[in-house]
């Protein structure tokens, strides 16, 4: 059964670092672009981050020298360390795989907040 595993949410203070991690169940998984998304209450979900299968990353302007998305040497877990975090940071972050099929994991909960 094809799955994401999100793990490493939380809560965090403004200013402060999560890291986001998202494993994939299947070494098919390799050959996606994989990626995170967002989605705070109230708004649509929204692209955070995406990595290809060769490494290149995308950010969104809102993220932009505070995220870092990468993989690991196996393709299989990509991660999402967020530094400088803010308030409208605070959302339910979805990890995602796109190829010929598209996979959403179940979400996790990040909250910045004093």
């Known amino acids: 059964q094809v799955q994401l595993a999100e793990s490493g949410g939380g809560l965090v203070q403004p200013g402060g670092s999560l890291r986001l991690s998202c494993v994939a169940s299947t070494s098919i998984f390799s050959l996606y672009t994989m990626g995170w998304y967002r989605q705070a209450p109230g708004k649509q979900r929204e692209l955070v981050a995406t990595?290809?299968?060769?490494?290149?990353?995308n950010y969104a302007d809102s993220v932009k020298g505070r995220f870092t998305i990468s993989r690991n040497s196996a393709k299989t877990t990509v991660f999402l360390q967020m530094d400088s975090l803010k308030p409208e940071d605070t959302a339910v972050y979805y990890c995602?795989?796109?190829?010929?099929?598209?996979?959403w994991g179940q979400g996790i909960q990040v909250t910045v907040s004093s």
């Open positions: 990595i290809t299968r060769d490494g290149i990353t």
């Open positions: 995602n795989g796109k190829w010929y099929s598209e996979y």
